[in-house]
């Protein structure tokens, strides 16, 4: 196999560009839409994605199209669990500071998916299970991680999930959602204000120069996640979230 001047090897590096291509555009790809995609040569493609279908990381659809495989669940449900682990400690450091449940989500195709949990010690506290699956526009997590993506990435992934209205304060319209994004960017990060269950207020905290869009938040009561405890906690989820980027990114 050829290596690259950078020291990679060059075939490897091709391989994992078209997995990337498959899951940006949402799991699925023909031959030639992955072509227009990428500077490789269509043979070159077609050699890569056999190699791909016979690991099982890419599977050949009837309709010809070609999609993410089944062996990669295995691997993103290792990768998920490594990235809680090496998450769990910090966001206990909050919920011991701020005495509210802390999470980490990542972005899964078109929806968010949590990763870790460490629950607040209050009787009354917000409990969300690690492996579910929320919509991006309604929770914290997903609005802080939409902040981060373009507008054209935002418009995929909302038309692709949807814009249910859990309650009456969640946003279910794109032009409400880019606004709310635009004011996400200018403090540096998003409020769940009851958009998923009426009486818990949810701040959270996109994690800088991630390999995977994610973020982190706190969770609580509305009697209990006011102005004052956003006054706290903001420093504290910023100073977390470029803890875990660091180790993110030296375990890279």
Partial sequence: M???ASGGVQSVERAFELLELLAQAGGQLTLSELSSLTTLPLPTIHRLLR???SLGQVRQLPNRRYSLGPSLIRL????NK??????????????DALGESANMALL????????????????MRMFTEVGRRAHTHDTGVGKAILA?????????????????TPTPKS???????????????????????EEQEIGVRCLAMAVPAAPTPMAISVSGPVSRVDAAFAERAVPLLREAARIISEELNLAS
């Fill in 2 to 4: 050829a290596e690259k």
């Fill in 51 to 53: 190699t791909l279908v």
């Fill in 76 to 79: 993103g449900e290792v990768a």
């Fill in 82 to 95: 490594q990235l809680g682990t090496l998450a769990r400690p910090h966001l206990k450091d909050l919920v």
């Fill in 108 to 123: 899964d195709l078109d929806m968010v998916v949590y990763v870790a949990q460490v629950a607040s010690p209050h009787s």
């Fill in 148 to 164: 981060q993506l373009e507008p054209e990435q935002v418009r995929s992934i909302v038309t692709g999930a949807g814009m249910p």
């Fill in 171 to 193: 946003i279910g319209n794109l032009a409400d959602l880019e606004a709310e994004l635009g004011r996400i960017r200018e403090r540096g990060y998003s409020i769940d204000e």
